[in-house]
Every structure is written in structure tokens, then in C-alpha cells.
């Protein structure tokens, strides 16, 4: 199949609160994003990864599609984004005998992967590629998914009057719009804080090293802060983004409010980094954090988890990575948000084909 233009495919970021779009344009030697748009879904169109309201999800995503900010989307060509709790994205260990037996490398592969997915390899689509090789062994990056969610979602996509051109794990996503592998070789954690879950992603060396579920999201942050004060979910959302967890601003009500989530938080942190050092070949001190995600327009918050963690914590900036989009409307307080359909639309300017 011949390969289609950068112009010609937009990223679709699918998540359980929210439906997002983004399309990029190259004008000369700059990137810029010249169609967005975001749609909020109501409860129960999308549960646990899955889409159980099919009909809802579809009006969802025409509507989206056809009142585009910017430019209007002229082509069906999308790359979209697979549910980060349905797939599986982590670098796994190969070893070999010598060149002959690396020959079979394939067939390594697929033995490993028994033993480190709890699903047959008739269940699931999978790739993979190597990250490094020795002479006795390879990392290996590998991404599966269950072939019932993918061939699911493809249908519905489909349905919507798309055409997919690639399914992504939404871990690679966020990783390309964040980080410059070609700059940075140090491990690095980002926390991708969303409306109703975190995930949590450690990479390392050029690749994702794994990827976990954190206990917190932006709901979790309202409904603690509306049950403790006794006031309704509107009010407590407005709360939180007044005060942050700023202690100058409402006497630092939020911190001590949500004392006991953030330390959650931080431990399940250095539970991973202990994890990925003790368990993985050559595992690096990790030296700083990345936020994204709605979440991390939570005030303060990277100063508080920099303070525990004793690491620096920093806000990512999805236009400022390696591929450097020089102009957005997307507005600041908004651009968090976008990080994954940003990711999904970089993914048409990378050398691999779309096909």
C-alpha cells in the first residue's frame, strides 16, 4: 500500500471521559497543529476500555470530527489509540546461543512473550523490535493487545466513517510527544494524571521500559475534596483549580486535604522506581519526572511531588519535544490534555511507514 501524507491523518485520542482530535500541518521546516477539538462523554459510553455504548460513541466522534477548531478535517485517515488498561507495552529479555540461534529470534520472541503475557498468542496482537543485542541475549520492546479489543475497536472506528490507519498504545503516544530521544538518554517517569485513571510510564534508554496504573485521577481529586467539604462536585472542581495544592492560597486547605492521596501517590512511585532497578538489566537512577494530563494543571503539584520524591518534577510540554510544533491554538490551560492526541498525530512524522 502506497504511504499517505503527514497532511492526510489526524491523531484520535480515545479515553473513558473524553474524545479528542489533533491535526498537524508541515509548513516549511515548522509543524504546527492546525485542526483540535475535545468532546466530553458522558458516563457510561466507555467502561473499563471498553465501548458499551456504541451508537452515543459514534455521534460522539462525527460531532467532534465535523466541528474541528481551525482547519476542517477533510480526510477519514486516523491513527488512534488503544486502552492503556486492555494492552501491554514493556522490554523484555531474549537470550540466545550464538548467531545461529539469534536467527531465530522471532520464534525466541514468541516463547518469552508466553511467559510474560497472561494471555495465549492466538488471543492477541502483538509487535515488537530490538532495542539492544548483546552476544548472548537481546532487549526486546514488545506491544500486544487482546485481538477481541482491537478488531472491536476497529469495527467502530469504522463505523464513525474513519479509515484507521494505526492502533497505538497510548504510552508510545505521550512518550513521542514529550520526550526527545535523540537529546536525553536518562530514565525518566511520566505521570499521565487523567480525568478517571493515571498511568504511569518508565522509559529509559530510547524505549518505554513498562508502563503501571496509579491509585488517582483527577475525578478521584474532586470527590475527595466534595466529600470533605460537603459541597456539591462543581464547586469542589472549582476549588481545586483556585487552590491547588499551592499552602499559600486557601490556607493550604487541598494539601492537607489530600495529605493522604499524594503520599499514596508518592509511595506507589518509588515502589516502581525500586522495582525497574532491582528487576531490570542495567535499570538507571531516575532522574526526573514528567506530568501531563489534565491532572497536571493541579497547582503545585510538581513541587509537592518533588519535595517527597526528592527527584525533579517538571510539567511537559507536548510541543516542545522532538519534533518541536511551532504554533497551537490550542489554549495553555487546555494543551495537557492534548498530549496524547498530539502524540498520535507525530506518529505520521516519524520514518516508519503508514501503511
Do not use: H
Request: charged share 25%; proline share 3%; hydrophobic share 40%.
Amino acid at each position: 500500500m502506497s504511504l499517505i501524507s503527514n497532511n492526510e491523518i489526524f491523531g484520535l485520542d480515545i479515553s473513558a471521559g473524553a474524545i479528542r482530535l489533533v491535526s498537524l500541518k508541515k509548513k516549511g521546516k515548522k509543524i504546527v497543529i492546525n485542526s483540535f477539538n475535545e468532546l466530553n462523554l458522558p458516563a457510561g459510553i466507555i467502561t473499563n476500555g471498553e465501548i458499551v455504548n456504541e451508537d452515543k460513541f459514534i455521534s460522539g466522534v462525527k460531532d467532534l470530527v465535523k466541528n474541528s477548531k481551525g482547519d476542517k478535517i477533510k480526510t477519514k485517515n486516523v491513527i488512534t489509540v488503544l486502552p492503556e488498561t486492555k494492552t501491554f507495552i514493556k522490554v523484555i529479555n531474549v537470550s540466545f546461543l550464538g548467531e545461529g540461534d539469534a536467527k531465530r529470534m522471532p520464534e525466541l520472541v514468541n516463547e518469552e512473550i508466553v511467559n510474560q503475557i497472561p494471555l495465549a498468542l492466538d488471543e492477541i496482537y502483538f509487535d515488537w523490535q530490538v532495542i539492544s543485542r548483546g552476544q548472548t541475549s537481546a532487549e526486546i520492546l514488545v506491544g500486544a493487545a487482546p485481538k477481541k479489543l482491537v478488531d472491536s475497536y476497529l469495527t467502530i472506528v469504522e463505523k464513525c466513517g474513519l479509515t484507521p490507519y494505526v492502533f497505538e498504545i497510548e504510552a508510545a503516544a505521550i512518550s513521542r510527544a514529550l520526550i526527545d530521544d535523540k537529546k536525553d538518554s536518562q530514565a525518566k517517569i511520566i505521570i499521565d494524571i487523567g480525568a478517571v485513571r493515571t498511568g504511569l510510564i518508565v522509559y529509559d534508554k530510547g524505549a518505554i521500559q513498562f508502563t503501571v496504573s496509579l491509585p488517582i485521577s483527577g475525578n478521584k481529586i474532586t470527590q475527595t475534596i466534595s466529600k470533605t467539604l460537603n459541597i456539591d462536585l462543581k464547586k469542589a472542581e472549582k476549588a481545586k483549580l483556585v487552590c491547588g495544592l499551592d499552602p499559600a492560597k486557601c490556607e493550604g486547605a487541598m494539601l492537607k486535604i489530600l495529605y493522604k492521596m499524594i503520599d499514596n501517590l508518592t509511595s506507589q512511585i518509588k515502589k516502581t522506581i525500586t522495582f525497574y532497578q532491582s528487576n531490570f538489566e542495567n535499570g538507571k537512577e531516575v532522574t526526573e519526572i514528567i506530568l501531563c494530563g489534565g491532572g497536571a494543571n493541579f497547582t503545585y503539584i510538581d513541587s509537592v511531588l518533588s519535595d517527597k520524591l526528592k527527584i525533579p518534577v517538571k510539567i511537559g510540554d507536548p510541543l516542545n519535544g522532538k519534533y518541536q510544533i511551532k504554533k497551537s491554538a490550542i489554549p495553555n490551560d487546555k494543551i495537557l490534555s492534548f498530549t496524547t492526541a498530539i502524540g498520535l498525530a507525530l506518529r505520521a512524522y516519524e520514518k516508519k511507514d503508514i501503511i
